[in-house]
């Protein structure tokens, strides 16, 4: 059973819009996550992450929200520029197990010109 | 900083054949792991080691062996390569457990692996 969901395979978004990727979680130990990039045939790149103890983290056009309570974390693009064309990745670690992290499925966001 | 390094970038095995995946990392992480990327599954952890002499198994070990004896290496071995091995392998690498930030993982270029 996936502990680290994301339920939309591909979103596709015109340039200068916001672009919204979602993630789901189920076990409520983790208290870590992150947001990965990953270009083809390259490593996923870390691109940003939140801690449990806060709602929301930004880091220049890249904002992510946290609801502990719905277990549930976006990742906001704002604007969405052609060169954010990739496969982002949401990763959870738990407070008990280290660095350990459990990726979703991911999300291949589309942006067009 | 080279970061992260892997090689190869890309192997054809046969069925039965071991290989050893070479990684590298020249940040002086503590903490090193290997993952593969199937479609439509992320990225799955495999083995992991928090320090030199030290490793442990992730979600999905089986058919594969590690060991660590520098901070700077942590190779994975597979011991007799199956079609159900056919994957992208990751390796990762990040600080200790000092505080939440060092959570960060920093991937090498991933190797493309296919078993005949």
């Known amino acids: 059973d996936q502990q680290v969901k994301q339920n939309s395979p591909s979103l596709s978004v015109q340039e200068g819009r916001i672009s919204i990727l979602n993630c789901d979680y189920t076990n409520s130990m983790f208290d870590y996550f992150l947001w990965y990039k990953k270009y083809p045939a390259e490593g996923p790149t870390f691109l940003i992450s939140i801690s449990s103890i806060k709602d929301k983290n930004e880091d220049g056009r890249f904002t992510v929200f946290l609801n502990k309570s719905a277990k549930h974390l976006s990742l906001h693009i704002v604007p969405s520029q052609p060169g954010d064309s990739a496969v982002y990745f949401c990763a959870a670690s738990p407070n008990n197990a280290g660095n350990m992290l459990t990726f979703g499925g991911g999300t291949r966001l589309m942006v067009k010109p | 900083n080279a970061g992260v390094t892997q090689t190869p970038k890309f192997q054809v095995l046969k069925t039965g054949q071991s290989m050893t995946l070479q990684c590298a990392q020249d940040m002086n992480h503590e903490y090193m792991s290997w993952y593969r990327q199937d479609p439509g599954m992320g990225l799955r952890l495999i083995h992991y080691s928090v320090g030199a002499g030290i490793t442990d198994q992730g979600e999905v070990p089986n058919g594969y062996n590690v060991s660590r004896s520098t901070t700077e290496d942590f190779p994975l071995r597979l011991l007799s390569a199956a079609p159900s091995q056919t994957s992208v392998y990751f390796c990762?690498?990040?600080?200790?457990?000092?505080?939440?930030?060092?959570?960060?993982?920093?991937f090498g270029p991933g190797t493309r692996l296919l078993v005949l």
């Open positions: 990762a690498s990040s600080y200790g457990e000092q505080g939440a930030g060092t959570k960060t993982q920093y």
